[in-house]
């Protein structure tokens, strides 16, 4: 049975069972003098057979592809010869690979072993056996979901209570998937830095100032040895990030301050859609944007001048960097500003103070958590940003405080180290965790400062 039929017939059980119930919820409650007889509404009776029809085929789906792969490749590896079972769990991983791949119609060789052949149709067979299995399962526990639901039925039954706690255990497990997710994705880059640690010490990585990590890849290759000085990298971003703050944050806030204070509603309505056009843009744009047009345009001003500008400067990446980021700091400026009480507007006009003088004593100070929060939170964009730099700003590690010249940033290396044939456990593929590691730790101060401003100064404006 495909997947296509297989979900259609479940949500055809579900809609049954929600309908059904729903309409013998009101026949009940008509039969024994008025709906309001009954503990919940229908609709909270119709629900609750539908949660008892797709909750058990859930629980099964989630159990059975969880164990099917595991059991399909051991019966697959048990009906291999004797010669392929007793090789070592390396190969005969590869050899069950070989089997998979014959499996789904992919030969990467001129000949194919009639072994591997057999136990790939063996294997078709066994997915196929399975397919059936499951769905017949599926249909089975949905139907008997659904027979549950009707036996328990009754006038006083708490089918409101019962599914407000299904909903409430299934927003908690969401909670849960997302906070595993992110201790496993710490967990996981926190261990290969670790890995990366114990290669290079801690303080030539936070303190060196030479970048440039090509090992050898052969014991005999000389002048490859590595230098792992994240100073310049980390130099680079902070450069980038500040040009870009620096074009964002005045440029943001001051458009919020327009169309939160002196826009109309018409022009309100139309410039705040068009500026967070922007965001919508994909950065791959920008990039093309920064290094075909601003980066000539800044080289070229800067010889005109008798300046020596690199083709790819962090300039150029910062001031595209900057455009990206202003509708982020313009929309969250201007939901704080919005956020403001009229009451604290109005005080001061009663006091007769003028608009200017009431936005920057008055607004500004009550707004003032927000707009900082949004700030630091638009920083955390800015150093996370990667394909501008690539294409705009360069490769090169250089540690200067020049915006005219070329520079790279944490997340560009990070992407180029993980490219090519280097193995996954040299210093250099390592190098990246250790980066991604400082970085993370380095937004996730930046979002806890954030929440402590916004903590601190409302309750100082409150």
Known sequence: MSNLLLTAILLGLVSFGYTYGRKHAFTTGHSIGGISKLHSRPTYHGMLIAMWCILPTFLVLLIWEAIEP??????????????????????????????????????FGSTVDPVLLEASIHYQQLQQTGINIKSASIIVMAIAGLLIGFKFFSPKLRARNHVEQIVRCFLILCSLIAIFTTIGI????????????????????????TWSPQTSIRPDQVGASGEFGAVPVFGGTILISAIA????????????????????????????????????????VYGFFAALVIAPLIR???????????SESALAAGLIMGIMIIPFVMS?????????????????YG?????????????????????????????????????IVVMAAGL???????????????????????????????????????????????????????????????????
Not at 186 to 209: C, H, N, T, W, Y
Not at 300 to 310: I, Q, W, Y
Not at 362 to 385: C, D, K, M, Q, Y
């Open 351 to 387: 006091l007769g103070a003028t608009k200017s003088e009431t936005i920057k004593n008055v607004v500004i100070p009550a707004a003032l958590p927000g707009i900082v929060g949004g700030l630091l939170l638009a920083v955390s964009r800015a150093i996370g940003e990667t394909m």
């Open 70 to 107: 595991s059991v399909i490749s051991s019966m697959v590896v048990s009906s291999l010869p004797e010669k392929y079972i007793s090789l070592p769990p390396e190969r005969l991983g590869l050899i069950l690979n070989d089997v998979k791949n014959l499996a789904q119609g992919l030969n």
């Open 396 to 462: 090169s590690a250089n540690l200067t405080a020049n915006p005219l010249q070329a520079v790279t940033t944490v997340t560009v290396q990070i992407v180029t180290l993980l490219v090519g044939d280097q193995e996954f456990d040299s210093s250099k593929t390592l190098a990246a965790f250790a980066l991604g590691l400082l970085l993370f730790v380095v937004t996730l101060i930046l979002n806890v400062l954030a929440l402590y401003i916004v903590r601190k100064y409302r309750e100082e404006y409150e």
């Open 186 to 209: 710490v967990l996981s880059v926190l261990f290969e830095a670790i890995r990366f640690f114990q290669k290079i010490p801690v303080g030539d990585f936070l303190f060196g100032l």
């Open 300 to 310: 070229d001003a800067g010889t005109a001048v008798g300046l020596e500008v690199s």
């Open 332 to 348: 969250i400026s201007d939901d704080v500003i919005n956020a403001v009480p009229q009451t604290l507007r109005d005080g001061s």
């Open 245 to 284: 703050m620096l074009v964002a944050a005045p440029t943001g806030l001051m458009s919020a301050i327009y169309l939160s204070e002196y826009a109309s509603k018409k022009v309100r309505a139309t410039a705040k859609p068009l500026i967070e056009i922007l965001a919508g843009v994909p950065t791959v």
